[in-house]
């Protein structure tokens, strides 16, 4: 089945990869709909009375998966019987081999397109680079300390812009129906390599530090965080520290006709706008 795409609706519309996809495609003339707890149309998981006004009209949609992997599969046939035929889902590289501890919403969201009977195309990114300066470390950045579980393990960490971009073309082009795409950056990174490079960039001190994952989760909850997110953040770096996600790939280049953008470039960009200061 192909689908013409004539409005997209965007979820997460407000988050890194939603609103850089938001902007890609409205400058590309693509008419779109940026959908979030706070963004221009109202969507709420946790709300299903804000599902149906977020689908109307629309005919093609990134999805961010749900927390609950309940919810996934309701959503999905609902937007299929609004008459939405293509899905581009964003899901996590490793996925299906991490403890399901983590993101368990991400794989129920892989199933409900997989089993909606319209278009849908899965991408699987690592580890963004704006983790470092959009939140999740970034404060530890800025107070001089990292401290993580992970190893010497490297990582081929992704821009955001280019996860943005894979999707756009996936959301407006034909010919990657039924198809999982991982995606990474052009080299892998240790973090303690990534934090150093940073640091330079930033032209100050900032360390990296090695921890167990009993410390981790001690340092986790010592900050506020739930037992629940501790155990999410512990499961995904031990399947990073297995190597599942260890190797780049050409997926970008492939897409894109383009490199993807290097962890050097957005380190000194980010700095540039005192991320780190």
């Known amino acids: 089945?192909?689908?013409?795409?004539?409005?997209?609706?965007?979820?997460?519309?407000?988050?890194?990869?939603?609103?850089?996809?938001?902007?890609?495609?409205?400058?590309?003339?693509?008419?779109?709909?940026?959908?979030?707890?706070?963004?221009?149309?109202?969507?709420?998981?946790a709300q299903p009375t804000t599902w149906q006004p977020a689908v109307a009209e629309a005919s093609a949609v990134y999805l961010m998966a749900p927390e609950?992997?309940?919810?996934?599969?309701?959503?999905?046939?609902?937007?299929?019987?609004?008459?939405?035929?293509?899905?581009?889902a964003l899901s996590g590289r490793g996925i299906d081999r991490i403890d399901q501890d983590f993101a368990p919403g991400m794989l129920a969201a892989?199933?409900?397109?997989?089993?909606?009977?319209?278009?849908?195309?899965?991408?699987?990114p690592n580890n963004f680079n704006q983790n470092f300066d959009e939140d999740l470390w970034r404060q530890p950045l800025v107070e001089g300390r990292l401290a993580l579980p992970m190893g010497a393990t490297p990582e081929p960490f992704i821009d955001a812009q280019d996860i943005a971009d894979v999707?756009?073309?996936?959301?407006?082009?034909?010919?990657?129906?039924?198809?999982?795409?991982?995606?990474?950056?052009?080299?892998?990174?240790?973090?303690g390599s990534a934090v150093a490079m940073i640091a330079e960039a930033a032209g100050r001190s900032i360390r990296y530090l090695e921890l167990t994952p009993k410390e981790y989760r001690a340092e986790l909850l010592a900050q506020?965080?739930?037992?629940?997110?501790?155990?999410?953040?512990?499961?995904?770096?031990?399947?990073?520290?297995?190597?599942?996600?260890?190797?780049?790939?050409?997926?970008?280049?492939?897409?894109?006709?383009?490199?993807?953008?290097d962890f050097g470039t957005y380190a000194a960009e980010a700095a540039a706008r005192g991320m780190w200061s």
């Open 110 to 124: 892989e199933q409900a397109v997989r089993d909606s009977g319209a278009e849908w195309t899965i991408i699987r």
């Open 167 to 191: 999707a756009a073309a996936l959301l407006t082009s034909d010919g990657h129906h039924g198809q999982v795409y991982e995606l990474s950056g052009p080299r892998a990174l240790t973090f």
């Open 68 to 88: 609950d992997p309940a919810l996934a599969d309701d959503f999905v046939s609902r937007a299929v019987k609004a008459g939405v035929g293509r899905f581009v």
């Open 1 to 45: 089945m192909t689908t013409a795409t004539n409005e997209i609706l965007v979820l997460g519309g407000t988050g890194k990869t939603g609103r850089r996809l938001v902007r890609t495609l409205r400058a590309a003339g693509r008419r779109v709909r940026a959908a979030s707890r706070s963004g221009e149309v109202r969507f709420d998981w």
């Open 224 to 261: 506020g965080h739930s037992e629940a997110t501790a155990t999410a953040l512990n499961a995904m770096f031990a399947g990073m520290r297995a190597g599942y996600l260890a190797e780049p790939t050409d997926t970008v280049r492939r897409i894109l006709g383009r490199d993807p953008i």
